[in-house]
């Protein structure tokens, strides 16, 4: 079945360790690629996506993702975290439907 | 301010009573989606709506009604709530489609005993 795979699905870092959640998917053709982040008791907000051009795209609050076609990969990182990014993080893929299909999710916990 | 609201944001309920969930936006947008979202599960999509009166189903519409009458309100409707579908509810909009960023409401945490 066509799907979107977060492996990671709790993960824990010291402050200023460096990031990276991995996000595949298995649908074919084109497809718009999405972060969405989840602060403990917020509602989500976009931290960035891609549809097309330069597969490095940059979001807000320092992260980025690279978008690697032939991997069916979108995987997010950040350089040096904050504990502030404590939240739940979620891949979605649009694949040029009309529905946007999510991931399971990645809880990340930062201690300081 | 550009939002997206939702009421209630909590309810516990029984199983069979009627209930609606409402969603409102502010921004004119023409897509609406419903979501819910489980431990383990990640988000579902419910229903979506392209623009008034079109609406079509998700991945999980079993259970669910939604109607698209006025562009700014996209209720979603459980006629006959069961336990399974004790979770947490998310409206969501864009403004054409999925080729923009989605807002989300704050989410109604549904209980059914």
């Known amino acids: 079945a066509q799907s979107v795979s977060q492996h990671n699905h709790h993960v824990i870092l010291s402050e200023a360790a460096s990031l990276e959640l991995g996000c595949n998917y298995s649908?074919?053709?084109?497809?718009?690629l999405f972060w969405y982040v989840q602060y403990p008791g917020q509602h989500l907000q976009l931290l960035l996506k891609y549809f097309s051009g330069d597969p490095l795209v940059k979001g807000i609050k320092g992260f980025e993702a690279e978008f690697i076609k032939s991997k069916f990969s979108f995987n997010l990182r950040k350089p040096s975290v904050q504990w502030s990014d404590t939240a739940e993080y979620f891949c979605a893929v649009n694949p040029y439907t009309d529905k946007l299909i999510f991931g399971t999710g990645t809880r990340l916990q930062v201690f300081p | 301010e550009a939002q997206v609201t939702q009421n209630p944001r909590y309810l516990i309920t029984v199983t069979g009573k009627k209930l609606t969930v409402t969603c409102s936006q502010n921004?004119?947008?023409?897509?609406m989606s419903w979501y819910r979202q489980d431990p383990g599960l990640g988000l579902r999509q419910i229903y979506y709506s392209m623009n008034v009166e079109v609406t079509d189903k998700g991945d999980v519409p079993e259970g669910y009604k939604v109607s698209r009458k006025e562009k700014r309100n996209f209720p979603l409707i459980l006629e006959s709530p069961s336990p399974n579908q004790t979770s947490l509810y998310f409206c969501?909009?864009?403004?054409?489609?999925?080729?923009?960023?989605?807002?989300f409401g704050p989410g109604t945490r549904l209980t059914v005993t």
């Open positions: 649908y074919g053709g084109t497809v718009n």
């Open positions: 921004m004119n947008h023409e897509y």
């Open positions: 969501a909009s864009s403004r054409d489609g999925l080729s923009y960023e989605q807002y």
